[in-house]
């Protein structure tokens, strides 16, 4: 099982804003990372960091953290950001692995 | 910029050895990154293998690390996996990956995987 948790599925009506949430003890001490996966596709990395968006990355896309959960916010939400989400940390058990939440389904309706 | 590459066979008999290769392109392997490791079955999520440093130095997933085998070769600037005793379990998408470590402090880091192979398919059947 993962030590990062994600809620399976979200939905959002276009053009709204949706949260995404990730929770782990890890995070009382990470930053985690969110990446975006499309069916059929490599995942593709849209927060860093405290809240670092990669180059080419919409500023729609935006991340924060309290306690022990991550939260991917994506304000005015749009048709092309359907997709799986998936945050990722170091592992809590002090390895130095890294760990993935389980995964979370965006429809944008 | 940096482009990874995964090769390696499609199809793997059950009991044998997964073996795949990420070829690095347009960036070195011994750049201060490690490279990583990534599965993901039908259907499911993504799942961390391990890592490797161009130092040698590995980190493994307590659940495959009695399994699993990553080596670099600097000389072909690409690294590799090796999984043993596979089953269908393992049938998976297979990523190689960068991970970028940034230092907070001596003792604080942060990690993200900024570059990823478009993956290869691996599935164990006889």
């Known amino acids: 099982s993962s030590e990062l948790t994600q809620d399976p599925a979200v939905s959002v009506a276009l053009g709204q804003t949706v949260r995404i949430t990730c929770q782990g003890d890890s995070l009382r001490s990470y930053y985690a990372s969110w990446y975006q996966q499309k069916p059929g596709q490599a995942p593709v990395l849209v927060i860093y960091g405290k809240n670092n968006r990669p180059s080419g990355i919409p500023d729609r896309f935006s991340g924060s953290s309290s306690g022990n959960t991550a939260s991917l916010t994506i304000t005015g939400a749009q048709a092309e950001d359907e997709a799986d989400y998936y945050c990722?940390?170091?592992?809590?058990?002090?390895?130095?692995?890294?760990?993935f939440g389980g995964g979370t389904k965006l429809t944008v309706l | 910029q940096v482009q990874l590459q995964e090769s390696g066979p499609g199809l793997v008999k059950p009991s044998g050895t997964l073996s795949l290769t990420c070829a690095v392109s347009?960036?070195?392997?011994?750049?201060?990154?490690?490279w990583s490791w990534v599965r993901q079955p039908p259907g499911k999520g993504l799942e961390w293998i391990g890592e490797i440093y161009h130092s040698g130095s590995t980190n493994y997933n307590p659940s495959l690390k009695s399994r699993v085998t990553i080596s670099v070769d600097k000389s072909k600037n690409q690294f590799s996996l090796k999984l043993s005793s596979v089953t269908a379990a393992d049938t998976a998408v297979y990523y190689c990956a960068r991970k970028i470590v940034v230092a907070l402090s001596s003792t604080t880091f942060y990690y993200y995987m900024d570059v990823w192979g478009k993956g290869t398919t691996v599935t164990v059947s006889s």
């Open positions: 347009g960036g070195s392997i011994s750049s201060s990154n490690w």
């Open positions: 990722n940390s170091r592992d809590s058990s002090g390895n130095h692995g890294v760990v």
